[in-house]
């Protein structure tokens, strides 16, 4: 959690903005449009990322994120190794 904030938090204010969000991910580079997963993700930001609304994920609202309590990650990386070795399917 301590790492992914140092990451993102650019302006080090100890949270992680819409921009920082999105610029974690995605970069300009002089492009007028944003690609649609860009527009999809910053409405994910507004819409759950940011529980409380005050336009900024805090430490808590960030471990949600990276680490949602509702993922069982070793049944996730089970599927996916059966799913990539299963060749006959």
Do not use: C
């Not at 449009?33 to 993700?41: A, I, L, M």
């Amino acid at each position: 959690l301590q790492e992914t904030m140092e990451d993102i938090d650019k302006n080090g204010d100890g949270f992680i903005d819409l921009e920082e969000y999105i610029g974690d991910m995605y970069s300009h580079d002089g492009d007028a449009d944003e690609p649609e997963w860009v527009k999809t993700e910053r409405e994910q930001f507004v819409e759950f990322r940011d529980k409380n609304r005050d336009g900024k994920m805090d430490k808590e609202e960030t471990k949600d994120w990276i680490l949602p309590s509702d993922y069982d990650h070793a049944e996730a990386e089970a599927r996916h190794l059966v799913y990539e070795s299963d060749q006959n399917k």
